[in-house]
């Protein structure tokens, strides 16, 4: 079945590094939806990307959509406490008229201040 | 606040058990999701219903079933509870067009315990 995988699966970084998690689909997708979920919170919406190639900033984060459709980047420059989280991709399911949307398996990002 | 609302937040109960978890979708939104997150785990897609039938059905257990109601909530019914089904249970709600950009909202989630 479609598949949605990211990585790193985890990363720690100091306060004020870089950061970049990638996320690969099995299949080419129409659209990819970014959610962040806080430790002890729930998934929340971010951004989504439509076009192939499109490229989104949000303040210190810049999501990217590849040219394929098939993948997608998010990378936080100069990160912050506050980006600590598991951010998650999602893409619509394959074919399908159901709104389901098939998540990622995430990347958790530590820290340190 | 999402305006997705859960009902319980905690939830502690006995292997062999019954529970419901309840879940009011954002005003305006037709379509309900589940999902289930297990410690350290992804978001694994339980159950869709859309406008009150069922639209996409994802792992879920035999001993797991869900029904959206005419006002829209939903409940997810978890029976014959075993220890691996502690995790956190989220609800989702969208607007539900037959678009594919359909943002999901996510509830505060259920955690349940089962001992």
């Known amino acids: 079945g479609q598949q949605v995988m990211q990585i790193p699966q985890y990363q720690h970084v100091q306060e004020g590094e870089d950061f970049t998690t990638y996320c690969n689909s099995s299949?080419?997708?129409?659209?990819i939806q970014w959610y962040k979920q806080r430790p002890g919170g729930h998934p929340v919406f971010l951004i989504q990307?439509?076009?192939?190639?499109e490229v989104k900033k949000q303040k210190r984060l810049t999501f990217q959509f590849g040219e394929a459709k098939k993948n997608s980047s998010l990378h936080i420059t100069a990160t912050q406490t506050t980006d600590v989280g598991t951010y998650f991709c999602?893409?619509?399911?394959?074919?399908?008229?159901?709104?389901?949307?098939?998540f990622g398996t995430g990347t958790l990002l530590a820290v340190q201040p | 606040d999402s305006g997705v609302t859960q009902t319980p937040k905690h939830l502690i109960t006995a292997t062999g058990q019954r529970v419901t978890l309840r879940c009011s979708p954002r005003?305006?939104?037709?379509?309900v999701y589940w999902y289930q997150q297990s410690l350290d785990q992804g978001l694994q897609f339980l159950i869709q219903?859309?406008?009150?039938?069922?639209?996409a059905k994802g792992n879920i257990l035999e001993r797991f079933s869900a029904q959206q109601f005419p006002d829209l909530h939903s409940e997810l019914n978890l029976s014959s509870l075993e220890l691996g089904d502690s995790a956190l249970y989220f609800c989702?709600?969208?607007?539900?067009?037959?678009?594919?950009?359909?943002?999901?909202?996510f509830g505060p989630g259920t955690r349940l315990t089962v001992l």
């Open positions: 989702a709600s969208s607007v539900g067009t037959t678009s594919y950009s359909d943002t999901q909202y």
């Open positions: 219903y859309y406008n009150g039938e069922e639209r």
């Open positions: 005003s305006g939104d037709l379509s």
């Open positions: 299949t080419t997708l129409s659209n």
């Open positions: 990307l439509v076009k192939s190639g």
């Open positions: 999602a893409g619509p399911e394959y074919g399908g008229a159901t709104n389901k949307l098939i």
